[in-house]
């Protein structure tokens, strides 16, 4: 029998039992359907998930800091020098020496200190992060209230929701105010020990800490904290640009390192450093680089993997919920074509009497199997991005009650619906292998004599 032949023949049969064909096709399209719609929202969850980590810089970002580190208890942790190199200081040297790296786009400090803020002649206990103009294409700063820093020198400050609550509970009303930052000022000493400052200071081995004031404007409110837990911004409450904390000159935690290192008190030194390669990939080569220089380097790439490996195992598992609706679909069409089989038994005794071979006859029903599952494929497809679409639509419309920001919660890539169409037509063609082998082998003398 010619293809075309069958072809028209397979799509007669489907039109004359067009009703039960058509709730098969659809039972087909439901189960496409479902599974569609549950690996777009896992691929959705990936794709969101990893677009927002590459933006806040924390797959391209190392954590520089020194080998000589203070653990619990004030105890210095020492790791093994080779013999005759001495550990090395984290200063402004070494920080330029690190930006000459290959594949290294930026390294800044983490200036970040505990200090006191005045607003409306009331003081305020909090952190102080310095955040560098780079951050501002985090992703941490959208949907913000107010702006970003005018300037990388700015005298502004961007506070933190939680603490601009504390301040006010109109936290609109913060944005174009003023507060005074109060901090203590690490200043060098003098040859006759005398601050070079004119303030009374407390002298501290070859450094003074002089109190100090500074005025920023307020502009703006974040939601979010940039970087938590990562690059030293965890638990910051008030944001200011990071040139402007470097002029500063804040007291912080590693001074007392270099008391008892006896560092020269106008040498600049950093508790760590973050380090930008040019892309994820260049992010080994550059932490050896950085270990080779006599530092402590640190990034995410293992945890980024137990993340790829976490949306794996939970697009397997969607995957599978999925595949369950689209199995009890094969039933109905395992159910239709044995029902027409009983229906169209003298057909196939005249098709076999004609000539019409055994391959024949299965062709035929695995063609209407075929066609079925191809429909049900593209209804499926179509109701699944419908429903993924529905679903993003819903929950962004919580999102805005919540005045938070909108989100892409599902997405339909290509490979997914080659593979949905693809699955749709297998599986309807596995469910017609036993209606099709049943048809083959009828009698074609019982067949005509069947009524």
Do not use: C
């Given at each position: ?13 489907l ?9 098969t ?6 189960g ?28 391209d ?51 970040r ?35 970003f ?11 933190q929701?939680?603490?601009?609550k ?9 944005i ?15 040859a ?15 450094f ?6 500074l ?15 990562y ?85 397997s ?21 044995v ?12 098709l ?10 299965q ?28 679903v ?13 920001n ?22 309807s063609?596995?469910a017609?292998?036993?209606p ?13 004599r069947?009524?």
């Amino acid at each position: 029998m010619k293809a075309r032949d069958l072809t028209d023949l397979a799509l007669r049969n489907l039109r004359e039992a067009l009703f039960r064909n058509a709730l098969t096709t659809l039972g087909v399209a439901v189960g496409v359907a479902s599974l569609v719609a549950m690996l777009s929202l896992g691929v959705g969850l990936q794709e969101l998930a990893s677009k927002r980590l590459s933006q806040s810089g924390l797959f391209d970002t190392i954590l520089v800091s020194p080998k000589n580190s203070f653990r619990g208890g004030g105890r210095p942790q020492r790791e093994e020098q080779q013999p005759g190199k001495p550990v090395r200081v984290l200063d402004e040297d070494a920080r330029k020496e690190i930006e000459k790296l290959p594949n290294v786009i930026e390294v800044y400090p983490q200036i970040r200190f505990f200090t006191e803020v005045r607003f409306n002649n009331k003081p305020f206990a909090t952190v102080v992060a310095g955040m560098p103009e780079s951050s501002k294409n985090s992703g941490s700063f959208d949907g913000m209230k107010g702006h970003f820093f005018s300037s990388p020198a700015a005298d502004e400050g961007i506070l933190q929701i939680e603490f601009a609550k504390e301040l006010s509970e109109n936290t609109d009303s913060l944005i174009g105010q003023e507060l005074v930052l109060r901090y203590a000022e690490r200043q060098a000493l003098q040859a006759n020990g005398a601050s070079s400052a004119d303030h009374t200071a407390e002298s501290s081995g070859g450094f003074s800490v002089v109190p100090k004031e500074l005025r920023l404007k307020i502009i703006g409110v974040v939601e979010t904290e940039p970087a938590a837990g990562y690059g030293g911004y965890g638990n910051a409450r008030l944001l200011i640009p990071l040139e402007t904390a470097a002029t500063l000159r804040a007291a912080q935690v590693n001074d007392l390192r270099d008391i008892v290192r006896d560092s020269a008190a106008n040498k600049t030194t950093y508790a760590s450093l973050s380090v930008r390669a040019k892309s994820p990939s260049q992010v080994e080569t550059v932490e050896a680089s950085i270990k080779n220089l006599g530092f402590n380097a640190f990034s995410l790439l293992d945890a980024s993997k137990s993340l790829r490996t976490f949306f794996s195992v939970f697009d397997s598992l969607l995957g599978i919920f999925g595949a369950l609706a689209l199995a009890v679909a094969t039933l109905g069409i395992v159910n239709t074509l044995v029902m027409s089989i009983l229906e169209r038994r003298r057909e196939i005794g005249v098709l076999k009497a004609l000539g019409a071979a055994d391959s024949d006859v299965q062709r035929l029903f695995f063609v209407e199997a075929g066609v079925m599952g191809l429909l049900g494929g593209i209804l499926g497809v179509t109701f699944g991005w419908l429903l993924g679409r529905a679903v993003t639509y819903g929950t962004n419309v919580y999102l805005h009650r919540q005045n938070l920001n909108s989100i892409e919660l599902s997405s339909v890539p290509w490979w997914l619906v080659v593979a949905a169409l693809g699955f749709a037509v297998l599986v309807s063609l596995v469910a017609g292998l036993y209606p099709a082998s049943r048809a083959a082998k009828l009698n074609p003398v019982d067949a005509l004599r069947y009524e």
